[in-house]
């Protein structure tokens, strides 16, 4: 079997966990790759909802195993908060989930540089989520990094004294006085590290292309957006790991040759959390009606999400870094009551007409659009492709010409059962 990935082509939020969880009964393995607790993935379903930041959106079909990959960074304590709330809706997540032994651990001292850095950049700050995302990943590339392994080495505190040095040298130099109370910090992550013990700790790279040997179907779970890439994101206004399909070879230690589909999840307009360009992005009343018919609120931080039509340059752009094969195209129903929708099909830079997304986005670029009429119907009732109404179907044969991709799936619902399979 080959490995299927599934990814968002914005930046993020574009509804993953909740098609991660749809989709899970087709699959054996769930195995989230890369970031960490900056993720929100929520999932609806029997009247339930339930926000997973680094635990795969796999967790709740019992009968499936799920893998925090090495590509993950892991705060102990919000994977211990999750963990509990996961065993109070009466799950055992420790029959179902493994975690590398290579995954990387988010010390108290990350999220205080993180916060620190950001606090010094002023006007630049990133938006971060402040989980210490970036610092954690900087120790990794750096050399300096405690993995999950670490816990249980021998020499484990010696480790975290060297690390633990190094970061409050850093944080002294530069004047930074966190907060919170560092000893009850220090004693709760110490006693959440007892939590990671709970779980089998496995060489995930050996146990994924085991799987896969044994025909078993594993789905690679993305976390953020490919315009958050390292590489392709909207630079420096990025998370700091390989969103891309490329991060789930590296994330999770298989080969791309053992790689199969690419499912790509794309909202049927775009937002974006955090500061950073962004064409589409809309400042008047519709932007705030996608706001607030979408909920567009963070499930990590609660921020408002800032809201904009659909950018297919940028989408062409991230359907050809990754791959993709396939789409899922979700919350279109925010938009039913829409007069007129409008999609960016270029962009107009000065006396230019382009349809390639630029490496420095600023001010300049004015987005060319395609109208649409609204549907003005209620598109979360139907369960046939076939009856939804022909303005939607235009919509979307529109996306996929000029895509060239089609989009297998729709989602008209926060809800599990809010989803058309097309035949
Ligand atoms: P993720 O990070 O990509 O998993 O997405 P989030 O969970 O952060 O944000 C997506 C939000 O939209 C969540 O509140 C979902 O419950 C909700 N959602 C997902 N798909 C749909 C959809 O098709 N329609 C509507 N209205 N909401 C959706
Ligand atoms: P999911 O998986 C949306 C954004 C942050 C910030 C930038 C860097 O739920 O789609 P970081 O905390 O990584 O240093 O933040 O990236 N960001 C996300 N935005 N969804 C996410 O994850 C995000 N994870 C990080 O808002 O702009
Ligand atoms: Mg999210």
Excluded at 177 to 205: C, G, H, M, Y
Excluded at 207 to 227: I, R, S
Aim: aromatic content about 10%; overall charge negative.
């Amino acid at each position: 079997m080959k490995l299927d990935i599934l990814l968002g082509l914005q930046w993020g939020d574009e509804g993953k966990g909740k098609v991660v969880d749809v989709l899970t009964p087709h699959y054996d393995v769930i195995a989230r790759f890369q970031g960490g607790p900056n993720a929100g993935h929520t999932l609806e379903f029997n009247g339930l909802k339930h926000v997973l930041h680094i635990i795969p959106s796999g967790i709740f079909h019992q009968d499936k195993m799920n893998i925090i990959g090495n590509g993950v960074v892991i705060d102990p304590v919000i994977f211990q908060k999750e963990i509990e709330s996961l065993e109070k809706m009466g799950f055992d997540p420790t029959k179902n989930l493994f975690i590398s032994k290579k995954a990387h651990l988010i010390l108290p001292t990350h999220k205080w540089i993180d916060a620190m850095l950001e606090e010094q950049k002023g006007e630049q700050k990133i938006g971060s989520t402040l989980k210490g995302i970036g610092p954690t990943y900087t120790d990794k590339i750096a050399r300096n990094g405690f993995r999950v392994c670490d816990i249980i080495a021998p020499d484990f505190l010696d480790k975290f004294a060297v690390i633990y040095k190094k970061h409050s040298d850093l944080l002294i130099k530069n004047s930074y006085k966190p907060q919170d109370d560092i000893t009850t910090v220090f004693t709760d992550w110490f006693n959440a590290l007892q939590t990671i013990l709970r779980f089998k700790l496995i060489d995930s790279e050996y146990e994924v292309n085991d799987y896969l040997k044994e025909e078993k179907k594993v789905l690679a779970e993305g976390a953020q957006g490919t315009l958050l890439d390292v590489d392709f994101g909207s630079y420096p206004f990025v998370t700091s790991s390989t969103t891309v399909a490329a991060g789930a070879c590296t994330g999770l230690g298989v080969a791309p040759n053992r790689t199969g589909c690419v499912i790509g999840i794309v909202k049927a307009y775009c937002t974006r959390v955090g500061s950073g360009p962004f064409p589409t992005e809309l400042f008047d009343e519709t932007g705030e009606q996608l706001r607030k018919q979408g909920h567009e609120f963070g499930s990590t931080t609660g921020r408002a999400r800032r809201c904009g039509w659909l950018d297919l340059v940028a989408l062409k752009y991230t359907i050809m870094i990754n791959g993709v094969t396939e789409m899922v195209l979700t919350k279109a129903d925010v938009m039913d009551n829409f007069d007129t929708i409008k999609i960016c099909t270029a962009y107009q830079i000065g006396e230019e007409t382009t349809d390639r997304f630029p490496t420095e986005i600023n001010a300049d670029i004015k987005p060319v659009y395609k109208e649409f009429k609204g549907w003005k119907q209620n598109l979360s009732e139907e369960k046939d492709y076939e009856n939804l109404p022909q303005a939607f179907k235009d919509y979307v044969a529109f996306i996929e010409k000029e895509t060239g991709i089609p989009i297998s799936i729709v989602s008209t619902g926060p809800d599990r059962s809010q989803t058309i399979i097309r035949a």
